[in-house]
């Protein structure tokens, strides 16, 4: 197929990538072209260039401006990219830099880190999007989550859905843009590098790495399936 449609993919660590999405996209016609939060001069980018952007997670803060002095310059894409109606998307750390260039507060959530597998409950406006795929209810999938901060809901967008822990899982604004503070990418090969490095954060919760494991293993493909059916959805209605 001939790649005819451009996707940017904001990375902020390496192993937090497009995940389960990147062969939906490819197989849509997608090029896809990574681009590293650290590294980007954004002065040299045109946030209206491609067909689509993703936001990707990590383990930063986008509050914490001294460690993560990019953190402004990413902040004035998004802000860009959103003002041009173009479609964009964000993944936990891209939920929040999506909230904050909304000029929503995004801060250390009060409920502690929440990590691991759990259910998400998708509201009635969150049953009208795509996001209804992930509604545990009515679809029986388990969403992974790994996050410590949390957001206001911007003003003007609407929210989704939630978790037992925390209200904000997923939101949107206008009908181009689309946020998910969980992580539906998620692949189960993959999340073996971010064990590696979260051994404390998981222990923290009361959870084992031999846990997560078993769980990922026992969860991971019927969220991928789920994910392949909302990303499709949503990318059809953007007209992508």
């Known amino acids: ?68 002095p990019w953190v402004p310059a990413e902040q004035k894409f998004v802000e860009e990219r959103i003002e041009s109606e173009k479609p ?16 929503a507060n995004v801060y250390e959530g009060t409920q502690g880190k929440e990590i691991g597998w759990s259910k998400i409950t998708v509201n009635e406006d969150g049953m009208k999007t795509p996001f209804r795929h992930f509604d545990h209810d009515k679809t029986g999938t388990m969403m992974m989550h790994w996050h410590g901060d949390t957001f206001d809901l911007p003003d003007g967008a609407v929210l989704l859905a939630s978790s037992e822990l925390y209200a904000k899982q997923a939101y949107s604004y206008a009908d181009h843009v689309f946020c998910m ?42 969220l991928t399936d789920q994910a392949s059916l909302f990303l499709n959805e949503w990318l059809d209605e953007q007209g992508l």
């Open 88 to 103: 964009i998307l964000g993944i936990c750390f891209g939920a929040q830099m999506i909230a904050k260039a909304l000029g």
């Open 181 to 222: 503070q969980c992580h539906p990418e998620v692949t189960e090969s993959k999340l073996k590098l971010w064990y590696a490095g979260g051994v404390e954060q998981v222990e923290e919760v009361g959870l084992s790495i031999e846990q997560m494991k078993q769980d990922a293993h026992h969860y991971n493909e019927k």
């Open 1 to 68: 197929m001939t790649h005819n449609k451009e996707i940017w993919a904001i990375q902020h660590i390496g192993y937090e990538d497009l995940g389960s999405f990147e062969p939906v996209l490819k197989s849509r016609g997608f090029e896809v072209k990574y681009f590293c939060s650290r590294n980007i001069d954004y002065s040299r980018l045109f946030a209206t260039d491609p067909d689509l952007v993703i936001v990707l997670g990590g383990p930063m803060s986008v509050y914490d401006e001294e460690k993560n």
